[in-house]
């Protein structure tokens, strides 16, 4: 695809290289027990390998982002994918935990340069009037990705083995990273260099309001996402049946981003925000009252409503605040949500080990009423302060 062809939504590689991120990403849930079993070692001590694989795949964002405004998006996609589809299949032959958490860092630390810098290229080459479908699009394939990583790793997981599981996204990236080829990198605003972006957008107050925001929306969301498998497994439910309810997460942000697409004709996003994070409060507030499968797949379908709702409109947010260093914003918004994650499944493994569902189900709603709130006001504020943008494109930008 020629890159002045004023796109509409985002190239198939663009797409696939964002399913298979967000697919390995979320393989890890349904066979945290598993891995566990193999080595000899509690879920507590297993949950490094996703708390691994989030902190890098945060920590590196900045850099990437940095990067791919320095030398290009498509570019920085293939190496990065090459590097995580080597590292997945190392994963896939590790001997013991300690070297299965070094490589799922290298690995997350690769993948993270893959949905930002896919952000970024729509963001380059999909004008204001069509950027709503464009992101709609790729959060689909984003949230396929999802849905079948959460089914498909406890049933392969269950029948072949986790270490099946590692393998399968790695050979996609590698495929992946040879498919770019044929994409024109988009043109890009000259920043002065990597120094220069950093500059630009660490000193906007607004980018810093709206990173620490989904820092605790992605402690909330991913980081607590890991262990629903688990709080499943702990009730005797096998990790096939536990990775098929994960599954839901995924069908659910699919789902609601279509009817996303209807409402942000109608509604101000602050309206979204509080929908995303009313659903988040609801679904931990339910849980912390029983823990069951039923209950568990409602948190799961209120994180997939949320990811739809609140995350994108925070996303889109981030999009547009600096766009002469956008890919370094994207970034570092990135980083914020996947530290949040880390540090989230750090703080909740104790709680898994000794099954204090209760406990952290309930820490999990006051936290997510709290955020709901904040990020309304801040966007409200934001809102008040900054020139507002033709009408079409309020209602066509997410």
């Known amino acids: 695809m020629s890159c002045d062809s004023s796109p509409t939504r985002p190239p198939l590689w663009i797409s696939v290289a964002s399913f298979v991120s967000s697919f390995d990403r979320f393989v890890v849930s349904p066979i945290l027990v598993l891995v566990a079993t193999t080595f000899g070692v509690s879920v507590g001590q297993a949950v490094a390998i996703a708390s691994g694989y989030y902190l890098a795949y945060g920590l590196c964002q900045p850099l990437w982002g940095a990067l791919s405004d320095r030398f290009g998006r498509v570019r920085l996609m293939q190496g990065a994918l090459v590097g995580a589809g080597i590292a997945g299949l190392v994963s896939a032959a590790a001997p013991n935990l300690v070297t299965l958490v070094a490589v799922r ?3 997350g630390a690769f993948f993270g340069a893959i949905v930002p810098t896919s952000l970024t290229y729509v963001g380059d080459t999909v004008s204001d009037a069509h950027r709503q ?63 220069a972006a950093f500059r630009a957008a660490l000193s906007n107050r607004w980018v810093v309001v709206v990173g620490l925001l989904v820092f605790v929306e992605g402690g909330l969301v991913l980081g607590v996402l890991t262990l629903l498998a688990p709080a499943l497994q702990a009730q005797g439910v096998d990790a096939a049946r536990a990775g ?32 995303g994070g009313l659903a988040l409060t609801a679904g931990y507030a339910v849980a912390a ?29 981030a999009t547009s605040i600096v766009p002469e260093a956008r890919g370094t914003v994207v970034a570092c ?10 540090i989230a499944a750090v703080i909740a493994g104790p709680a898994a080990d000794h099954n204090q569902w209760h406990t952290l189900f309930t820490a999990c709603a006051v936290t997510a009423a709290v955020l709901t709130v904040a990020a309304v006001l801040a966007y409200r504020a934001y809102a008040a302060r900054e020139p507002a943008p033709p009408a079409e494109e309020i209602t066509t930008d997410l």
């Not at 309810?245 to 009817?259: E, F, K, M």
């Not at 823990?291 to 209120?302: A, C, D, L, Q, R």
Request: no cysteine; aromatic share 8%.
């Open 289 to 317: 009252m029983s823990v069951s499968v039923p209950t568990i797949i409602g948190v799961v379908v209120m994180l997939g409503v949320t990811w739809a709702f609140l995350h994108t409109s925070l996303q889109t947010w």
């Open 133 to 195: 479908r464009a992101l709609s699009d790729l959060m689909a394939a984003m949230a396929v990705g999802t849905a079948l990583a959460a089914a498909a790793a406890g049933i392969t997981g269950q029948l072949l083995g986790w270490r099946v599981v590692f393998a399968v996204p790695a050979v996609v990236a590698l495929v992946t990273a040879w498919g770019l080829r044929s994409l024109a990198e988009p043109p890009r605003t000259a920043n002065g260099g990597v120094a």
């Open 105 to 107: 860092v290298v690995a």
């Open 244 to 275: 098929l309810a994960a599954a839901a997460y995924g069908i659910a942000v699919l789902l609601s981003s279509q009817v996303l697409k209807a409402l942000t004709r109608r509604l101000p996003r602050w309206s979204l925000m509080a929908i």
């Open 333 to 342: 918004f990135a980083a914020s949500l996947f530290i949040g994650s880390s």
